[in-house]
């Protein structure tokens, strides 16, 4: 047989194309974005000061593609899937996020990788003010179907 580490190196491989969308006939699906923030806090109509913004379809110049590169989001998304045994087999399609200031900026990214139960991810990165020269990261990775 493979050996091992070959086998992986084939499957990470695989898993990454799949992910830039080199697998025809795979679809990511996304779904309606919501209307309003989901779990934040409210008084009546008006978000309070400190939570997440309104969410936003990413446009082609939008930051948000910037902070996804540096922070390897998708690359994260690929290992937190591997670790659930999750096969990916599309790619993975950002459909829409959510920003909320703090000493930095909190990106809350919806993602999906596929159709149906099991496809939709809440990826967060953290952006750290400029000065601090440090990269953004992701803090947290969430199935959210």
Known sequence: GVPRPAMARVMHVLLFAALLG???GAVATCPPMPSA???DVTAGSRRLVGGFGAPIVPQKDDQVWKVMAQSAATEKLIEHCMN???DLFVAAELCFYSTQV???MNYRL???TGEG???LYEVVVYAPLAYTGNP?????ITSID
């Open 102 to 104: 703090v000493a930095g």
């Open 37 to 39: 923030p989901s779990g």
């Open 84 to 86: 659930e045994g999750r």
């Open 22 to 24: 080199f697998v025809p």
């Open 110 to 112: 919806t993602l999906s």
């Open 117 to 119: 139960k099991g496809s």
């Open 136 to 140: 953004p990261e992701v803090t947290r």
